[in-house]
C-alpha cells in the first residue's frame, strides 16, 4: 500500500492542508500515559508559500518513577520531516536518517486508545530514545519539515491545531509562536485569526506575526491568513547555486523552484467542462460517509457553470447512471441530478471497474476543446469486476484511451479500507491526484477541491527551457491549469546562463503560450537553503509512482527503491523508506562484533565532531601488536566510502585524520558517517556528522 502522505506535491496546493501539532510522550499508549507537555515553541519561516516550520517542545516526567517512552508526531500528510533532535542529560543529540522503515509500534501495547489515534492521526513519526527519563526530569524535542501551503485566488492559510485536549488539559508554562513571510508578490493583508498579537508587522514584501502566552491551556487552534496581490500574477522563481561539496549527486550545483499562475485574462473566458462524478454506494459508505458523499455531490451540481455537460454514476455490485450521456447544465437537469442523488442509498459489494465501464465511454463525444473530467470517490477494495490492482489500473486506462481524449481523474480514497495504490496510480496515468481522507473530511475537502478545477484556463499543458543547462524538473506531468491556483515546480541546473520557460496548451480549442523569464543564481543564496529538500521531495514522489507501478519484488522496483533511499539519506528528507534513529548504522555493524573486547582498545572519540572538512579519529591498543590496521568510512546507507590504514606498533594511542573525501577523491557531502577500527577478531564502532 502507498504510504498516505504520497501525494502528487505540487499539483494543486489546495490538497497541501497543514494539519500538524505538538508531540506526545508516549509511556502508555493503550492506557494514556504520557508525559506532561510543559512548553512548546512554533517558529515556521515562509518563502512564497514554502514553509520551514521548526517546532519544539518540552515534556516532564511527571509520573512517580522511572520509565522509557517513545515520541509521536502527528506529521501532516504532505509535509516531509528533515530534522530531529533531542536534548536529554543536559545535552542535544541529532538523530540520523536510516534506510529502514520506522517502527510505529507504541508502549503498552498494539492497540492506542481512540483519543491517541485520532490526534495522531493517518500519518504519525515515531521516535524511541534509549533514555530511562527519572521522576521529574525533563527532555525536549525538535522537529523540522518543510511542506507547501495551501493557496486559492490569492489567499494563503497556514493552520495549526493547537487543541491538545484529547491529550491534556492541564494547562502549559509557555505558548510561543513566530511566522515570517517574505513574498515575492505583495502582501496585501495579514492577521492572526486565533490569537492576540504580540508583535506584528507588514512592509508589503516581509510580515512578521508571534504571540507568547503563559499558564494557559494548549485548546486553540493556531490561523494564520494573508492575502497576496491578484494584479502582480505570472511567474516568480527562486534559485540558488550551491558549492560542490553540498551537492551529493551529479544533476549540477543549482537548485531552482517557480510559482506560476498565469493571468486568466489573457483568455477570452473560462473553458467549458464536460464533468462525471462517480459515487461509490457500497455497504460499507453507509453512514456518514454516504451522507457527506451525497452532500459534496448536490454541491457540486449546483455550482456547475453554464456551459458545463454533466453526468453521475453510482456504484456498488451493479452500476446506475443519471443519463445515459452527459446532458447540458441547466436548471431543469440540475433539479433530476439533486433527486436522484438524494435517492442514492448505500448497499452491496464495490464494482469499480463497472463504474469506468459505464463512466468513461460518455466521454467520447468530447474534445479536446473542453476540459474533460471525472472525480470519483471511494473507500474500498474492488470486491467485484475486476479486482486485481493492475489489471484494474490498466482496464480504466484502456478504456480512457479508448475514447481518444484527454480526461483528468481525480480521486478521493475514504477512510483506511481505499485502495491507495489503485487510486494514485489512476490519477497518476491520467493527468490527476489523489487524496485520502478521513470518514468525516469528504464534504469539506471535495467542495472546496471542486472551487479550485471549475474553471479551467489552460488544458494539455506542457513545459519547455530554452537551454540544456536545466533538468531533473518536477512533476514530469503537469495538471491542467484553473483560474486562481498554481503551479510550483522545481529542478536542477548546471550553469547560472539566461533562461525562458515556455508553458504551452490549448484553450477554446485553440493553442496557447506563456513565456517567462526564469533567473537563475550564479551563487549560493543563504535564504533558498530549503530548495534542495523542497526538490529531493518532488523526485522521491515522483519515484515513490514509478515504485508502485512496477512489478512488486522485481528487479525494477528493487532499484527504484535503492534510489529513494539514497536521495533520502543524501538529502535530509524522510520517506516510506526511511526513518530518524538514534543509532542508525552503529547498530547493525555491532551486531557483528560479538567478540569480547580486550582491556585496553578502545575508541578515543574523533576531534572535532561535528567536523567541516576534516576529523581526527583516536584510539587505544592495549597489546603488543604489529600489523595494519583499517578503518572504514561508511555512509548512511551503510557503503564504505573510504579505507584508511594504520599501522600498529604495540600498545599505544593511535590516530588516523580523514580529510572529508571519498575514496574516489570526491568531497564527501554534509550527513552522518560512520568508523569501524577492524581488528578482524573485534570491531571499535563510532558515529560522526559531516556539517557544512
Known amino acids: 500500500m502507498i504510504h498516505k502522505y504520497l501525494q502528487f506535491f505540487f499539483l494543486y496546493m489546495i490538497f497541501s492542508v497543514s494539519l500538524f501539532a505538538n508531540g506526545v510522550a508516549i ?94 492521526g493517518d500519518t504519525p513519526l515515531y521516535f524511541a530514545i534509549e533514555d530511562i527519563i527519572q521522576p521529574d526530569s ?185 443519463r445515459t450521456e452527459h446532458v447540458v447544465y441547466n436548471e431543469s437537469n440540475k433539479n433530476d441530478a439533486l433527486s436522484y442523488i438524494s435517492s442514492i442509498v448505500a448497499t452491496g459489494g464495490t464494482n469499480i471497474s463497472g463504474s469506468f465501464d459505464v463512466a468513461v465511454p460518455q466521454f467520447s463525444t468530447a474534445n479536446d476543446s473542453t476540459a474533460n473530467i471525472i472525480i470519483f470517490l471511494t473507500d474500498g477494495e474492488a470486491t467485484a469486476g475486476i479486482t486485481y490492482t493492475p489489471n484494474l489500473v490498466q482496464h480504466v486506462t484502456d478504456l480512457i484511451q ?57 488544458l494539455n499543458t506542457e513545459i519547455s527551457f530554452s537551454n540544456t543547462a536545466v533538468s531533473e524538473v518536477y512533476p514530469v506531468n503537469l495538471p491542467n491549469m484553473f483560474k486562481g ?20 496548451g490549448t484553450a477554446f480549442g485553440q493553442p496557447v503560450t506563456y513565456v517567462y523569464e526564469l533567473a537563475l543564481a550564479d551563487s549560493t543564496n543563504p535564504t533558498y537553503q530549503f530548495l534542495p529538500k523542497v526538490w529531493a521531495k518532488q523526485k522521491i514522489e515522483h519515484l515513490m509512482v514509478l515504485y508502485y507501478a512496477a512489478a512488486s519484488g522485481s528487479n525494477e522496483q528493487n532499484l527504484i527503491k535503492e534510489e529513494i533511499i539514497e536521495i533520502s539519506t543524501a538529502y ?30 578502545a575508541l578515543q572519540g574523533n576531534f572535532p565532531n561535528p567536523f567541516n572538512p576534516s576529523t581526527t579519529i583516536r584510539f587505544s591498543v592495549g597489546d603488543a601488536v604489529y600489523k595494519s590496521v583499517k578503518v572504514n568510512i561508511y555512509n548512511a546507507l551503510g557503503e564504505v566510502v573510504r579505507t584508511l590504514n594504520v599501522e600498529v606498533n604495540g600498545r599505544g594511542f593511535y590516530e588516523v585524520t580523514w580529510d572529508g573525501r571519498f575514496e574516489n577523491g570526491l568531497t564527501a557531502p554534509s550527513g552522518v558517517y560512520f568508523y569501524v577500527v577492524d581488528f578482524e577478531v573485534f570491531n571499535l564502532i563510532g558515529k560522526m556528522v559531516l556539517l557544512k
Not at 93 to 99: K, L
Not at 115 to 120: A, E, I, S, V
Not at 423 to 433: I, K, P, V, W, Y
Open 27 to 120: 509511556v502508555n499508549s493503550t492506557a494514556g500515559v504520557y508525559f506532561k507537555l510543559v512548553d512548546t515553541e512554533i517558529t515556521s519561516s515562509v518563502e512564497d508559500q514554502v514553509a520551514i516550520v521548526k517546532t519544539t517542545q518540552t515534556f516532564k516526567n511527571s509520573l512517580s518513577y522511572q520509565t522509557a517512552f517513545k515520541y509521536a508526531f502527528p506529521m501532516p500528510e504532505n509535509a516531509t520531516a528533515t530534522k530531529l533532535r533531542w536534548f536529554v542529560g543536559g545535552e542535544w543529540y541529532e538523530a540520523a536518517i536510516s534506510p529502514v522503515p520506522q517502527d510505529s509500534t507504541t508502549p503498552g501495547g498494539s492497540d492506542p486508545n481512540a483519543n491517541l489515534k485520532t490526534y495522531l
Open 572 to 601: 535530509g528528507v524522510i520517506t516510506e523508506f526511511t526513518s530518524f534513529q538514534t543509532t542508525d548504522l552503529e547498530d547493525e555493524l555491532g551486531e557483528e562484533n560479538t567478540q569480547f573486547i580486550p582491556e585496553g582498545y
Open 138 to 322: 525533563l527532555v525536549k524535542f525538535e522537529l523540522t519539515y518543510v511542506e507547501l501551503l495551501p493557496y486559492s485566488f490569492g489567499n494563503v492559510r497556514f493552520n495549526y491545531p493547537n487543541d491538545y485536549s484529547l491529550i491534556q488539559s492541564a494547562p502549559l508554562a509557555a505558548q510561543i509562536f513566530n511566522f515570517e513571510l517574505i513574498s515575492s508578490r505583495t502582501i496585501e493583508n495579514i492577521q492572526l485569526l486565533s490569537h492576540t498579537t504580540n508583535t506584528f508587522s507588514n512592509n508589503g514584501h516581509n510580515a512578521e506575526l508571534s504571540f507568547f502566552i503563559e499558564a494557559e491551556a494548549a485548546d486553540t487552534d493556531i490561523k494564520v491568513q494573508y492575502s497576496l496581490a491578484l494584479d502582480e500574477l505570472g511567474l516568480f522563481s527562486f534559485s540558488t547555486y550551491q558549492s560542490p561539496d553540498d551537492v551529493p549527486d551529479s544533476h549540477g550545483n543549482g537548485y531552482f523552484a517557480f510559482v506560476a499562475e498565469p493571468d486568466p485574462t489573457q483568455n477570452s473566458g473560462v473553458i467549458d467542462k464536460v464533468f462525471t462524478l462517480i459515487i461509490d454506494r457500497s455497504g460499507s459508505m453507509s453512514g456518514t460517509k454516504i451522507v457527506q458523499a451525497k452532500d459534496a455531490a448536490t454541491y457540486i451540481v449546483n455550482n456547475l457553470n453554464e456551459g458545463d455537460k454533466f453526468n453521475i454514476v453510482d456504484f456498488s455490485t451493479g452500476v446506475s447512471s443519471f
Open 485 to 504: 491556483q498554481q503551479l510550483i515546480a522545481s529542478g536542477r541546473y548546471t550553469e547560472a546562463i539566461p533562461t525562458t520557460i515556455t508553458f504551452s
Open 402 to 458: 479508448s475514447t481518444e481524449t484527454n480526461i483528468s481523474l481525480f480521486n478521493f480514497g475514504i477512510g483506511t479500507g481505499a485502495n491507495e495504490q489503485l487510486l494514485t496510480l489512476l490519477a497518476q496515468n491520467n493527468n490527476g491526484l489523489s487524496r485520502f481522507l478521513g470518514n468525516d473530511e469528504l464534504e469539506e475537502v471535495m467542495t472546496q477541491f471542486y472551487n479550485q478545477i471549475r474553471n479551467p484556463v489552460l
